[in-house]
């Protein structure tokens, strides 16, 4: 692989227009194909060929009306009034018949029917004619809302509202704000910082900046084609910007180090791909198995999530192999550091540690109670991730304020917590109704049930659905509960009047995705594990490395979990985050942390580990060896965490309560993983093991084929890069 990404540098840099030129026509072309093509974002968790999806597909073939998506109007009557009142009623009416005026609501229900015991408030359901699980474009929602202007105008002095809430009134949050872009500005600081360059600091940002880019256009035309969350764009967005930044600066850190050293421009461009680009492919390639490993789930909103976090991985490394080598040939000369410069000084000067080296050097003298210390604390911190619960956020966990999370309060004030997940049973078969009557008649006994509605049958008698609304909300554990021991009654009443009885409904729905996920969660875990310990043994050629890399990785893991429970389940620091909803956590931020944090834990491992090994297979110092793959790339492996965990910061600012907890655990994860696990934990458990850290068995070493991410094959070889007058900035 290296000899090949050699001769891929070696040509990025000698036909540097062509290559640049080439990547930005690419991207150029996807941006208009994503401007004239774009599709739109599916809000569903729908689990196929899961019961509760199969039920909702009965409903819509036996109801078509309530096929679609559907909203909520609140009316609130104005202060010492009553909905009821002439005044009131006359202007709800109007704003009903302007709602149906818009295209395409396919109708709206009498608000006076769903009345409120103290008279306050009125609600009207509002149903489009768009296909299941589509979400209702934000120009829609401003038409729908803006039939309420006269109501507000008539009755708001006086303290009447009216406001829309629903699924189909759910927020689109923009992927990309003004905290991002704090975030951003951090990075390009602390890139500075590392290279005092404006120059060498700008590249990975525009590398970076340019595969996004090419990331969310390509995710905008794949939703054409497919179910995409629009939490997937958020996520490849977050981790493209990480990635495509870190993998920019170890190459170019390896090329003006060379060029430090007095290399020629296109000879280290060759070699910083072969050896720097080397460990990016590595690195890249867990990252991109391990979200797509998330396809295994079998959870759309999974799938859509990993494989677009994937493609904006996969993104980065191309670019880092293909624009990054023709921008540092083009940038020529300008990006080798002046003789009297920090980082000239620095590279050159053998005594110069930085200080991650001289945190390691004092690391290993105390090797077994770092070991001891680090094991135990991060043990303390994993603790609170034994009580972590899992729930689907819904328009209760939107931000304080918005009108889709006080339509949800108002809701639950006037009607319960149930009335915003109402659990529905379809009957379907001959005798539908006597079977539903049955099924009222068992369910009204039941503990946590507030209400039951129905039956509602179809014109044929063929078909009928009942309401069940519980005492608790949707995201409540006894919500989960109240469905479990629904279906276990209703398996019965099916089997002995041969009709068919299913528990459905969004919330029903929305409780199996929770349950295939958390199922999933073992699983995932132990391919991860075992992939990161078959990765490691191929690059390493060791089966101490694997062994620590992956015990550090779940003490990095545990911790984030710890983190995670801590501030969104417990409300530590939750008032000062912003946190809108304490309670259980998004079911897909566990599955979707362990999947990034894995792949940038080994990041982490390849860029520090790889430089030790270097030194070792030349000098065979063990101790040495650890000092010296310090002082090598511990500087990177700062720069690159500190730019991670800014990128990911920013987003807990986000507001958008499906993105924070993963945002809090990747950050949290970052730290831990970077500082304490990679250049505290690692450091000292080499010095421990020795020599025995970089051998294999003899019967081992046979089998195990062999990947050089260290160069060494172009090394050995000698392979020169043709002579030609150096590329000046164009």
Do not use: C
Not at 226 to 242: E, K, N, P, R
Not at 316 to 343: C, H, I, N, Q, Y
Not at 571 to 584: D, R, T
């Amino acid at each position: 692989m290296a000899r090949f990404l050699y001769r891929l540098g070696a040509l990025a840099a000698k036909r540097r227009l062509v290559f640049f030129g080439a990547s930005l026509a690419v991207l150029v072309a996807t941006l208009v194909a994503m401007v004239l093509y774009g599709g739109s974002f599916s809000p569903g968790q729908a689990i196929p060929g899961a019961p509760a999806q199969v039920a909702l597909e009965k409903v819509e073939q036996h109801f078509p009306e309530r096929r679609g998506v559907e909203g909520t109007v609140l009316f609130v009557a104005p202060n010492g009034g009553q909905v009821k009142d002439a005044p009131v009623v006359q202007q709800m009416r109007a704003v009903t018949e302007r709602i149906k005026t818009v295209h395409p609501v396919a109708d709206v229900s009498d608000p006076l029917e769903d009345v409120s015991e103290d008279g306050r408030i009125a609600v009207a359901a509002i149903s489009f004619d768009l296909p299941p699980d589509t979400e209702v474009e934000p120009e829609l929602q401003a038409a729908v809302r803006a039939t309420g202007g006269t109501y507000n105008d008539a009755l708001g002095d006086h303290g009447g509202r009216v406001m829309f809430g629903g699924d189909a009134f759910e927020e689109e949050l923009e992927p990309f704000g003004v905290p991002e872009a704090i975030g951003i500005g951090v990075a390009l600081l602390v890139l500075l910082v590392t290279f005092g360059s404006v120059l060498a600091a700008g590249i990975p940002l525009l590398t970076a900046a340019l595969g996004v880019g090419g990331t969310a256009a390509g995710t905008l035309l794949v939703a054409n084609l497919f179910d995409v969350s629009q939490h997937a764009l958020t996520l490849a967005i977050m981790l493209g910007l990480a990635v495509g930044i870190d993998y920019a600066l170890l190459i170019v850190s390896r090329h003006r180090a060379q060029l430090t050293r007095g290399m020629g421009i296109r000879e280290s461009i060759a070699l910083s791909i072969a050896t720097a680009g080397s460990a990016v492919v590595f690195a890249g390639l867990t990252v991109v198995i391990a979200l797509a490993g998330l396809t295994l789930a079998g959870v759309p909103l999974l799938t859509s999530m990993g494989v677009a976090a994937a493609g904006a991985v996969a993104i980065a490394v191309l670019f880092a192999l293909t624009m990054l080598p023709a921008l540092m040939a083009l940038a020529g000369e300008r990006l080798r550091p002046k003789p009297d410069s920090r980082a000239a000084r620095r590279e050159l000067d053998p005594r110069k540690r930085g200080l991650a080296a001289r945190w390691v050097g004092g690391v290993i003298k105390h090797p077994r109670k770092i070991v001891v210390a680090v094991v135990l604390g991060l043990g303390v911190l994993a603790v609170p991730a034994a009580q972590l619960e899992l729930a689907l956020n819904d328009n209760g966990s939107a931000a304080q304020g918005s009108e889709p999370r006080q339509v949800y309060d108002l809701l639950a004030g006037a009607y319960g917590p149930g009335v915003n997940g109402p659990l529905v049973v379809v009957v379907e078969g001959a005798g539908s109704e006597a079977t539903a009557k049955t099924v009222m008649d068992k369910v009204e006994t039941m503990s946590g049930v507030a209400e039951v509605n129905g039956p509602i049958l179809t014109e044929d008698e063929q078909a009928a659905l009942i309401r069940i609304v519980p005492t608790t909300g949707p995201r409540d554990s006894a919500t989960a509960e109240l469905a479990d021991d629904v279906r276990a009654q209703l398996k019965p009443i099916g089997n002995q009047s041969g009709t068919y009885v299913e528990l459905t409904g969004l919330t029903v729905v929305s409780l199996d995705a929770v349950e295939q996920i958390d199922n999933a969660m073992l699983p995932f875990a132990v391919v991860v594990v075992g992939l990161s310990l078959l990765l490691l043994l191929l690059a390493f050629r060791s089966w101490t490395v694997p062994l620590k890399a992956t015990a550090g990785f779940l003490l990095s893991v545990g911790a984030a979990f710890g983190a995670m429970v801590a501030v969104f389940q417990w409300g530590w620091l939750a008032g000062p985050l912003g946190v809108p909803l304490v309670g259980p956590v998004p079911s897909f931020a566990p599955i979707i942390v362990m999947a990034v944090l894995f792949g940038l834990a080994m990041d982490y491992e390849v860029f520090l580990v790889s430089a030790m090994r270097e030194h070792y297979a030349q000098h065979g110092d063990a101790s040495e060896a650890i000092l010296a793959g310090s002082r090598a790339a511990g500087r990177v492996v700062v720069a690159a965490a500190v730019i991670m965990i800014t990128v990911f910061a920013s987003f807990m600012f986000s507001h958008d309560p499906n993105v924070m907890p993963i945002a809090l655990a990747l950050t949290f994860g970052v730290l831990v993983d970077a500082f304490i696990v990679r250049l505290t934990l690692v450091p000292a458990v080499l010095k421990l093991l020795g020599d025995r850290a970089w051998r294999l068995p003899r019967w081992l070493d046979r089998i195990v084929p062999k990947v050089d991410i260290e160069g060494h094959q172009v090394a050995e070889t000698k392979e020169p890069v043709v002579r030609e007058p150096e590329p000046e900035l164009v």
